[in-house]
């Protein structure tokens, strides 16, 4: 049963594709999401108000979101890619401010106490200090996008979220059983790859 | 750095002129007034909260000045540019702070490197200062902080503040948070140190005995103002008020040498100290870092063997303890201290070990000289 479904549905190459759009989303989300971070971490007055408006995106449903998208960006690629972006910014953001934000007393004073210059203390104490942090965002950042991108299955997207939805379409439980158990259990491959990251950086990084 | 940034090539004088900085409704320091001389070691002592700390800080910067003037070789510090000030003054902190991500030379080559030194001269002077602190340099230099132990990071803090070769070395209580015999073995490490740079050093501690022992002149504080500046003997002597003579009083019950045995002033032995002779150097290492200190005593069984430092081990690590411990004098519990001093003196030791039928006690040599004052 397993190999006929992953054969009539080509599940090798939507699995392909489906890590490729994950892949491609995290580029945006980790490139918007640092930067968001470090450009609140030099305006803190504005980190209320857009960490809160993150904070809104992410409470919409993510369903929701796909639709409020669809009658700019039509269906398919284009919006499930924008949703999951949207979706995922926040605990990249968010992250990297707080890790920018926390970095130990004793480093800063240190640091400052050489003559080092606000710039290149963000630079060589507190970015390589709250990479450990931000790595934890993006592992967050990387669940979410799994989940949005199987969705975007639903507006045709491509990806492992087609066949769920040829499944339901038909009826059909073992496609449906087959594809959803791959993909929770890549969920949780791609999940652990996040957790090897984060825990070398955090042997490297970290502060014991 | 470019000759024109390089504000001092030495202190001449330091003028901490009617200087007063508030936080809110609290006076952290108020109308203080006192003189570094070019060369000296001036201690700041006082307990917590008495200033101290806050009139450091604010020679290089780190906090600014409500009202007063602090002169460097006659320039005021707020005509220089903080941050350039801050380049040409050393700076070690209790925490130490070194940098969790970064090497051992990364952290002493920090500044160095964004000043723009080649890797070649970075990586010498390095090397310069971790010999000047006695770390082996191929041992040390590519290790990160968490591979060391307290005392070694502290010596890491002291070889990076000198980088830049300052001639002014701000100290905030560097030794505060070490074992009590690491902290003596440091501070008489620190002691020829400076006899070697010739730097001036300003350094707050809360701990008279440290205090009197480092010291050229001691500047007291309480409640933010300065209550005396003097020598050790002048303090003694001459206590500007009662304040001051209950902080020296506690130095000297034991002027009395002849009624006192070594019992009366030894460390007593804690079992971290003990190691056996039948170890290998490199487990005794990490037994070291474990406890946090540098001294070790080797025992046969019960029988003493001798003594190991830690920065003897590093060259020999597959080597028995047995092999590598080295004499030094043993004392009996009742022997009188001036005896013990003057032993402890020709040998030229600063530790001596108490024993009785086993180690009971370690004996400190500046022990004795600083109690006796």
């Keep these: 049963m397993i190999v006929q479904v992953w054969k009539n549905q080509q599940l090798t190459i939507k699995t392909i594709e489906h890590l490729s759009m994950v892949f491609v989303a995290l580029l945006f989300i980790i490139a918007i999401g640092i930067t968001i971070g470090i450009f609140l971490y030099n305006k803190k007055n504005l980190s209320g108000i857009v960490l809160n408006l993150l904070n809104v995106i992410e409470t919409i449903p993510e369903l929701v979101l796909l639709v409020i998208l669809m009658p700019f960006f039509g269906i ?4 499930t890619m924008i949703a999951s972006i949207l979706y995922s910014i926040l605990p990249v953001a968010r992250n990297t401010y707080v890790g920018l934000i926390q970095v130990d007393k004793q480093y800063l004073e240190s640091a400052r106490a050489m003559g080092l210059q606000e710039r290149e203390i963000l630079w060589n104490i ?8 931000i790595a934890a965002g993006i592992r967050i950042a990387i669940v979410f996008t799994m989940g949005v991108i199987t969705l975007g299955g639903l507006i045709a997207a491509g990806g492992l979220g087609g066949p769920i939805q040829t499944g339901i379409h038909l009826y059909d439980k073992d496609i449906i059983l087959v594809t959803g158990l791959w993909i929770g259990i890549l969920a949780v491959l791609v999940d652990s790859i996040g957790s090897l990251i984060e825990k070398i950086l955090n042997r490297k990084y970290g502060y014991d | 750095m470019t000759s024109s940034n390089r504000f001092f090539e030495k202190i001449n004088e330091i003028k901490i002129d009617n200087v007063t900085k508030r936080y809110g409704s609290v006076t952290a320091v108020q109308n203080v007034s006192l003189d570094i001389q070019g060369g000296e070691l001036l201690i700041l002592l006082g307990p917590s909260g008495c200033g101290k700390t806050t009139l450091l800080r604010m020679i290089n910067r780190l906090v600014e000045i409500d009202e007063g003037t602090i002169l460097i070789n006659e320039q005021d510090v707020r005509d220089f540019d903080p941050v350039l000030l801050r380049k040409n003054i050393g700076y070690v902190i209790q925490q130490i702070g070194l940098f969790p991500h970064m090497t051992v030379r990364e952290n002493i080559g920090l500044v160095p490197k964004l000043e723009g030194w080649t890797e070649d001269k970075i990586s010498s002077k390095v090397r310069d200062l971790l010999e000047l602190v ?15 132990s307290g005392g ?35 501070q008489e490490e620190f002691i020829s140190l400076k006899e070697k740079l010739q730097r001036t050093i300003i350094f707050v501690t809360h701990d008279i005995e440290e205090a009197f022992r480092l ?3 001691i500047a007291i504080l309480k409640d933010g103002q300065l209550v005396q500046l003097a020598t050790k003997n002048e303090l003694l002597v001459n206590p500007a008020n009662d304040f001051i003579s209950d902080i020296v009083e506690s130095e000297k019950k034991f002027r009395h ?18 190691f056996q002779a039948n170890q290998t150097a490199e ?38 303890l047995s092999n590598l411990a080295s004499e030094v004098p043993v004392f009996k519990p009742g022997e009188s201290v001036t005896v013990a001093m003057n032993i402890m003196k020709k040998a030229n030791n600063f530790i001596g070990i108490v024993m009785e039928n086993r180690p009971e006690g370690i004996l400190l040599a500046n022990e004795l000289l600083t109690r006796l004052v």
């Excluded at chain 2, 890491?156 to 902290?183: Q, T, Y």
């Excluded at chain 2, 070594?262 to 460390?267: A, G, N, S």
């Excluded at chain 2, 080797?298 to 060259?315: C, D, F, P, S, W």
């Design chain 1, 76 to 79: 398919g690629y284009k919006p």
């Design chain 1, 126 to 133: 507190r970015i390589p200090l709250a990479l450990p942090m």
């Design chain 2, 134 to 148: 006695s770390l082996p340099p191929d041992q040390f230099i590519n290790r990160r902080p968490k591979q060391l």
């Design chain 2, 152 to 186: 070694q990071q502290q010596r890491i803090g002291l070889a990076r503040a000198m980088v830049m070769d300052s001639p002014l070395l701000l100290m905030d209580e560097p030794f505060g948070a070490l074992d009590p015999i690491l902290r003596k073995q440091l």
């Design chain 2, 215 to 217: 010291g050229d002149r």
């Design chain 2, 257 to 274: 040498l002849d009624n006192l045995t070594i019992k009366d002033i030894m460390l007593p032995l804690d079992e971290k100290y003990i």
């Design chain 2, 283 to 320: 487990s005794a290492i990490d037994k070291m870092r474990e406890a946090e200190i540098e001294f070790g005593i080797v025992l046969e069984g019960q029988h003493y063997i001798g003594t190991i430092k830690l920065n003897q081990l590093y060259a020999n690590i597959d080597k028995l």
